[in-house]
């Protein structure tokens, strides 16, 4: 059975898809870490086996064109071959240790030279004297005495390679080396025998799949460093939010401390009464980066109510029915929402009004709903300067909840006819 249209298809296919594989990491932009090397690799070892292909297709083929594509095949392919282990080692070298790497470089880069260019010198003197190889009148091909000279050369280039790599612990690269040089000992040995092109060709692309893997797990890593950056972010942008709002109502309380102390001392004193419990018992809360229980976050805005209806006896009106409490949500993300009832709501009445909690659950969620019989507002007009903070505070309120609770809150409300805020916090699933 003749073997060789079937081994020049694989050179010329195996070939091809070298080729590609340059062009593929060649796309992927990487040029550090050998991704470079990789594609000199790829692309001398995919030229390599193309030009063997068809130099093994013409060969003892009769007329002038067989001759030309069998002398230029043969020049191309003995070519690649010569520095193909050179360009394996300047792969090879980026994955040494970076204290070992220079030093590498430094002995093993002239001996490359060295070798790898004296093949080629051969290669090309053996054009004029045959002395590497010679092609016949009947375009066969046939091997020089130096032939044995030059292979030789590489077996100890790569030779020293794989003990290189052995004593660095590189497994698949020694192997790869290793099948390689085993590859060269017996085609040098055993004229004809194809097996150096082959392993050359598997080299290659084991070379490709181990460079996909890398650039796989490195997409990964990028992944995983974009994630974590995002969740950074997004806590930032919590803690901002949380520290916006931490000032904003401490300031309301105090301002309110300030206007009763010049109305009734005592009031004030129970205001500064229900001030201190709320700084008490809430502020570790408030830094809580975890959603807090419910019970928590509904004494803040008791000792707030309280504090405004000191304020605002006449004014302001509240009712708290609470029957379900046994959840958690994000720390401060009620109070914003009935400080926005109070200040822009009820106040906005001269004769006042009333704030409406309650909480309830369904299969699916726990509702928190803040009702109030305020001067409402259109829920589609753009804001305006003057309510600018309360809009950004609903949004730093959403923003919370669905970060650290997966909730949601939804606002109606209708130009007098009061607003609605109702807070929603999904169950977690049973599994």
């Not at 909480?359 to 928190?368: C, F, W």
């Amino acid at each position: 059975m003749n073997i060789d249209p079937y081994y020049s298809a694989f050179e010329f296919w195996g070939g091809i898809f070298l080729l590609l594989a340059a062009l593929i990491l060649w796309l992927s932009g990487e040029k550090q870490s050998g991704g470079r090397s990789a594609v000199w690799a790829e692309v001398s070892a995919g030229i390599m086996l193309i030009a063997d292909s068809f130099a093994y297709s013409f060969r003892g083929g009769s007329g002038k064109f067989a001759g030309i594509v069998v002398r230029v095949s043969n020049f191309i392919c003995v070519f690649a071959a010569c520095w193909l282990a050179g360009l394996f080692f300047q792969y090879l070298s980026h994955f040494f240790p970076e204290e070992r790497r220079r030093r590498y470089i430094d002995w093993w880069k002239p001996a490359i030279l060295l070798i790898c260019g004296s093949d080629t010198i051969l290669l090309i003197v053996s054009q004029f004297t045959g002395s590497m190889y010679s092609i016949d009148e009947d375009n066969i091909y046939h091997r020089g005495s130096f032939m044995g000279l030059a292979m030789a050369l590489q077996v100890l280039l790569i030779l020293s390679y794989l003990i290189l790599l052995i004593r660095e612990k590189m497994i698949l690269p020694a192997l790869i080396a290793g099948g390689t040089l085993i590859a060269l000992v017996i085609q040098t040995l055993v004229y004809g025998s194809p097996i150096l092109n082959i392993a050359c060709g598997m080299a290659g692309m084991i070379l490709f799949v181990r460079e996909m893997i890398r650039e796989t797990r490195k997409s990964e890593k990028k992944d995983a460093l974009i994630i974590e950056n995002k969740d950074t972010i997004m806590e930032m942008q919590a803690r901002i939010a949380l520290s916006q709002i931490k000032p904003h109502f401490l300031y309301n309380a105090l301002n309110s401390v300030y206007v009763l102390c010049g109305r009734d001392v005592n009031e004030a004193r129970n205001a500064i009464s229900h001030l201190s419990d709320y700084l008490r018992s809430n502020m570790s809360y408030i830094d809580s980066k975890l959603p807090i229980p419910f019970s928590r976050e509904m004494e803040l805005v008791e000792n707030y109510l309280a504090i405004e209806k000191i304020r605002f006896p006449e004014e302001l009106n509240y009712t708290i029915v609470t029957p379900v409490t046994r959840f958690t949500l994000p720390a401060l993300t009620l109070q914003p929402i009935v400080e926005n009832a109070v200040r822009h709501g009820i106040m906005s009445l001269d004769s006042g009004g009333i704030i409406t909690i309650t909480t309830r659950e369904t299969d699916q969620a726990y509702i928190v709903s803040v009702v109030d019989n305020g001067v409402g507002f259109d829920v589609n007009a753009q804001s305006t300067e003057e309510d600018s903070a309360a809009h950004i505070g609903i949004r730093n309120v959403r923003e919370r909840l669905k970060r650290l609770s997966n909730g949601e809150l939804v606002i109606r409300s209708e130009p007098g006819h009061g607003t609605e805020a109702v807070i929603r916090i999904p169950k977690e699933k049973k599994v």
